[in-house]
């Protein structure tokens, strides 16, 4: 397991996300692990409406007692329209399990919330957790470039080697909006890759739900069971359970050490053709791009699961 917080410096973190199940699993692990210090949570409307993200962002940072800013964002892409992904979180994003509602967001859009924190910044100090579409994200590096040097480190759970989870080509943080997925790549900033290969290896099913419900009986962990409960197992992965996708993006932070990881070029297909979202992922330098981003390979799910086990009963 990771070195023991009191070991480093927090580190200064923006969440930006779409809640989301697998996103209030995400922000309560990194609200309740010292290493981090959520410094910003931004919300996209993506995996349902905005007015519902915002919603669930703001009632999941309130339940965990931490007092982080949370602003709202974009309702839309880029270019296209809002898709909603229901079948998975529910019409009201977190599966029907219902939180007391959270603090008021803080005023402002969230574009211009990151690059506030980003200017006042030292360089390569901040690190940006990208959970949902990008369009926040790129939003802010399109209205003020220079701002990425700032940046220490984008983590993005986004994009799949294999087969997408949205159409057959895409993943669905990519397929939302893969214009601003690309301006990220193209930050020149250190890009870290969760992509839906990673993800499948970290299967939440009922036992581990059940080993996870019995270690406290604290709301946020009592929630958050509730919540991975809720979500249906996976067709795609032949109903082993359901792959737990942002918070891997944490964990990527808090224990590097369950992953193996690769240096990679990435690129994501834009346009309208059946490719839309698509990330082609060059592993083997067939691309002749120079690598970009580390992809994250092999996870050690029990160890994973473990790391969630140790931090979420931290959480009142
Ligand atoms: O494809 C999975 C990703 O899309 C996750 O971040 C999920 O919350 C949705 O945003
Ligand atoms: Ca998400």
Do not use: Y
Not at 234 to 239: A, E, K, P, T, V
Not at 270 to 276: A, L
């Amino acid at each position: 397991m990771s070195a023991t917080p009191s070991d480093h410096a927090a580190r200064t973190v923006i969440i930006d996300c779409d809640p989301g199940t697998d996103d209030a699993v995400a922000l309560w692990l990194a609200l309740a692990s010292p290493e981090l210090n959520v410094a910003l949570v931004t919300v996209a409307g993506g995996n349902v409406g905005l007015s519902r993200t915002l919603a669930n962002a703001r009632a999941i940072v309130g339940l965990s007692g931490r007092e982080v800013p949370v602003v709202a964002g974009a309702d839309r892409p880029l270019l296209g329209a809002f898709q909603a992904e229901e079948r998975v979180h529910g019409t009201d994003g977190l599966g029907g399990v219902r939180l007391p509602e959270g603090p008021a967001p803080q005023p402002g859009i969230a574009a211009d919330a990151i690059r506030d924190l980003l200017r006042d910044a030292p360089p390569e100090s901040v690190t940006v957790v990208g959970i949902g579409p990008a369009t926040n994200l790129a939003l802010a590096l399109a209205t003020e470039p220079a701002l990425a040097n700032r940046v220490a480190e984008f983590v993005l759970m986004t994009g799949a080697l294999s087969e997408g989870n949205w159409t057959v080509a895409a993943e669905f943080n990519a397929a939302m909006d893969p214009e601003a997925l690309a301006l990220v790549l193209a930050s020149g900033r250190p890009v870290s890759l969760v992509t839906l290969d990673l993800t499948a290896q970290a299967l939440v099913t009922a036992e581990r739900i059940a080993t996870l419900r019995g270690l406290c009986d604290g709301e946020c962990l009592r929630a958050c069971c509730d919540i991975m409960a809720s979500v249906p197992t996976s067709r795609r992965l032949g109903h082993r359970g359901h792959p737990l996708h942002d918070p891997c993006a944490i964990a990527w932070l808090l224990a590097p050490e369950l992953f193996t990881v690769q240096e990679v070029a990435v690129q994501v297909e834009c346009g309208s053709g059946i490719g839309r979202g698509r990330t082609h992922i060059d592993r083997w330098g067939r691309s002749g791009l120079p690598p970009q981003a580390k992809f994250l390979d092999r996870l050690d799910a029990d160890g994973f699961f473990r790391l969630l086990g140790e931090r979420l009963p931290r959480l009142p």
